[in-house]
C-alpha cells in the first residue's frame, strides 16, 4: 500500500505564495507521473500540474506563469510552488501519482487533500 500525504497548505493573502508538499511512502518501487487537483467548492476536480519521473512538466492555464511543479525522487516527493495567488485558487489541493510496488503495472493513488485558502 502507498499513502500520500500533502502538507504546506493554509491562509494566505491575494498576492502572496505557498508551497504544498506530498511525500510517497509505503511500499514503493517505482513512482511514474505525479501530479496536483485541485476542487474549488461547488465545482468539479480540476487538474493543477503534472509532472513525470523524467521530470516534464505540464500546467493547466490557469496557473502558468504563477505556479511551479518539481519533484525529488530521491524525497518521493512533489512540490507545488504556488506564487501570486488569487482569490479563485482557494480550493482543496490533492496530490495524485502511479506508483508501482514492483517491477509491474503501477496504481493510481491520492492524497487526502489540503485547503488552500486566498482572502481578496
Known amino acids: 500500500q502507498v499513502q500520500l500525504v500533502e502538507s504546506g497548505g493554509g491562509l494566505v493573502q491575494a498576492g502572496g505564495s505557498l508551497r504544498l508538499s506530498c511525500a510517497a511512502s509505503g511500499r514503493i518501487y517505482r513512482i511514474y507521473r505525479m501530479g496536483w487537483y485541485r476542487q474549488a467548492p461547488g465545482k468539479q476536480r480540476e487538474r493543477v500540474a503534472g509532472i513525470t519521473s523524467g521530470g516534464v512538466t505540464n500546467l493547466a492555464d490557469s496557473v502558468k506563469g504563477r505556479f511551479t511543479i518539481s519533484r525529488d525522487n530521491a524525497k518521493n516527493t512533489v512540490y507545488l510552488q504556488m506564487n501570486s495567488l488569487k482569490p479563485e485558487d482557494t480550493a482543496v489541493y490533492y496530490c495524485?501519482?502511479?506508483?508501482?510496488?514492483?517491477?509491474?503495472?503501477?496504481?493510481?493513488?491520492w492524497g487526502k487533500g489540503i485547503l488552500v485558502t486566498v482572502s481578496s
Open positions: 495524485n501519482a502511479d506508483v508501482s510496488d514492483s517491477d509491474s503495472v503501477s496504481n493510481n493513488y
